[in-house]
């Protein structure tokens, strides 16, 4: 295996890392930042109320993007499944 092969399927790899791991980030840090935003402004002071939103908006993303998701991370497999002929020569 060359170091450019190499290279290549750790990019990959990060890339699907990244599109899998953010929508669900960004919907639970958007989530937080508005809770946290009326929490300040009605002066309400309650950390379940916080988790429990961001654990929905969390599975929210999840079944909104689970598809391409799913789509992305079976390709990557097959991709990896595929490459393994030149990896071990």
């Known amino acids: 295996m060359s170091a450019d092969h ?3 399927l750790m990019q ?3 890339q699907v890392t990244i599109f899998i791991v953010g929508p ?3 919907a639970a840090l958007l989530a937080g930042v508005t809770v ?3 929490q300040t402004a009605t002066q309400v002071n309650e950390a379940s109320l916080g988790f429990i939103v ?5 599975l929210l993303a999840l079944l909104l993007f689970g598809p391409m998701m799913a789509e ?3 390709g990557y497999t097959r ?3 595929e490459s393994i002929a ?3 020569r």
């Open 12 to 14: 990959a790899l990060l």
């Open 6 to 8: 190499a290279l290549a």
């Open 79 to 81: 991709e990896c499944f």
């Open 72 to 74: 992305k991370i079976v």
């Open 86 to 88: 030149t990896v071990v």
């Open 54 to 58: 961001k654990v929905m908006a969390a």
């Open 36 to 38: 946290g935003i009326v």
């Open 24 to 26: 669900l980030l960004g």
